[in-house]
């Protein structure tokens, strides 16, 4: 079953980049943002001398998981009911949100509050539950800012990463109920706006909505790892809990959790450990939710799961890690690419989720450079499955008619034969002649000018080997 929600682009990458690389003060924003936390990333990362052998260590755990994720989600659901929670399964996004709206709602709950989670912004759940009369508050400081601004997010791990301080203040003073015109750009400052704001809400909510990034099968107990605090709050403070977690975020036991809490919180924000990691198992009388509620969800997981090369996406523990060191992702921004994935984990998760639509644009959203690759703390080998998706989408469409494919069969016509490609050779030289001193063609008449729009054209050499082995 393909996947839907906020995973589908409504339009092409290509259009959408174009209209985002004209906005000069997201690229600033983007590239003081994302050169700070890949170089803080770099630092840590250099400091564990067995760095290399736990990411083998986590892609192997993975890939194990993913081998046997039925039997490990019938664990996982055992162990969880036996604590006392209530398991649900969400074959897709309208499912998934149809079971948290119906949730919330036998509660007679008005009002929720969130942990950021990615889940649930992929099943669409804010706008569900807006449909219901449910009013759903992000208490993550960056996802709040997104909210408030009504934008969408533009980087997994700092969703308002395209925003400087002075946008923040702006926004903080024009949609936040209490916060005068006095509010500066002091980040302190403005923390603590956020934080009063969000005290009323902690103490008002009776349901608690949360992700999980991970789920550990012989228990049955959800993970969440944060770094300011008001996950935890979320956790804890609100009558009802429901966790909305995607199927492949399951781990077989707790002693797995070592590698990942090695990996995740050095690739993600670049510190040793995170300040905040919270777990919990069903219900506890006395201590926490009186009631807890889990949301499986697969939403094309297990289609992805088919594919033997592009099966290494469901790795991924969204650190954001690809999205710091990609060129393209520096460029563009999140929005681009949209879906809530963004960056090169985006351009492999989001089409093969979905299989269809303007998402067969984004394997073709990246230089193939390799960074992400080197970046990964899973080692999905990013580059390789872009290549894969786009072999599949020639594959697609071999045997119909494109400009592509004609210029191709000309291209194979001519160099099946040794006179043929010298005789085009010199033609192209004596075609070029008079843009020779600028060194590339930079834009040809159509239809090759599909290529030029976005590429150079070199020049072709003044002499070939074989002339000047001729003449030798
Ligand atoms: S693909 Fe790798 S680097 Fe990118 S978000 Fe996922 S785990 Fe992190």
Redo the contacts with the bound molecule.
């Keep these: 079953m393909n996947g839907t929600g906020n995973i589908v682009a409504l339009r092409p990458f290509p259009d959408a980049a174009r209209l985002e690389l004209n906005d000069q003060q997201l690229r600033t924003n983007l590239r003081r943002a994302t050169h700070t936390i890949r170089d803080k990333r770099l630092r840590v990362v250099g400091e564990v001398d067995d760095w290399e052998a736990l990411r083998r260590a986590g892609a192997a755990i993975k890939d194990d998981v993913l081998a046997r994720l039925p039997e490990l989600l019938e664990r996982f659901e055992e162990s969880a009911t036996r604590a006392g929670a209530v398991v649900h399964w969400a074959r897709d996004a309208a499912e998934a949100c149809e079971i948290v709206t119906r949730l919330v709602t036998g509660t007679a709950a008005r009002e929720v509050v969130k942990v950021k989670s990615m889940a649930t912004q992929e099943i669409g759940l804010n706008e569900a539950l807006e449909a219901a009369g449910i009013e759903a508050t992000e208490t993550d400081l960056a996802e709040l800012i997104v909210q408030l601004a009504d934008d969408t997010p533009s980087h997994?791990l700092v969703p308002a990463i395209h925003y400087n301080r002075s946008q923040i203040r702006d926004i903080f003073r024009s949609r936040m109920p209490g916060v005068t015109d006095g509010l500066t750009d002091d980040p302190p400052a403005l923390a603590e706006a956020a934080r009063r704001h969000l005290r009323a809400k902690f103490l008002s909510a009776t349901v608690g909505i949360s992700g999980a990034n991970f789920a550990i099968a012989e228990t049955g107990t959800l993970v969440v790892v944060e770094s300011e605090g008001n996950g935890r709050m979320c956790l804890t403070l609100p009558e009802t809990l429901i966790s909305v977690v995607g199927i492949e975020k399951i781990l077989p036991t707790f002693s797995e959790l070592e590698v990942f809490l090695q990996l995740l919180p050095r690739?993600s924000t670049g510190e040793r450990m995170n300040p905040y990691t919270s777990m919990w198992t069903g219900v506890t009388p006395g201590d926490g939710p009186r009631t807890t509620h889990i949301v499986l969800v697969d939403n094309g997981r297990t289609a992805t799961l088919a594919d033997e090369i592009g099966r290494q996406a469901l790795r991924?523990?969204?650190?954001?890690?690809?999205l710091n060191v990609c060129p393209v992702y520096e460029r563009v921004g999140g929005h681009a690419y949209g879906s809530v994935y963004p960056g090169?984990?985006g351009a492999i998760l989001s089409p093969q989720l979905t299989s269809s639509g303007a998402n067969s644009t984004l394997p073709y959203a990246s230089s193939l450079c390799g960074a992400?690759f080197d970046?990964?703390?899973?080692r999905?080998n990013?580059p390789e499955v872009l290549v894969h998706l786009r072999q599949k989408g020639v594959d697609a469409k071999r045997g119909k008619p494109s400009a592509e494919r004609a210029a191709f069969v000309s291209l194979s016509w001519i160099m099946r034969d040794r006179r043929r490609y010298a005789a085009a050779l010199r033609a192209a030289r004596r075609g070029s002649a008079p843009l020779r001193g600028r060194g590339r063609l930079r834009r040809l008449p159509w239809p090759a000018s599909a290529w030029t729009d976005s590429r150079d054209v070199p020049l072709p050499p003044k002499q070939t080997f074989r002339e000047w082995w001729a003449k030798r």
């Design positions: 997994i690739s991924c523990i969204r650190c954001s890690a690809c090169p984990i992400c970046a990964c703390p899973v999905i990013i």
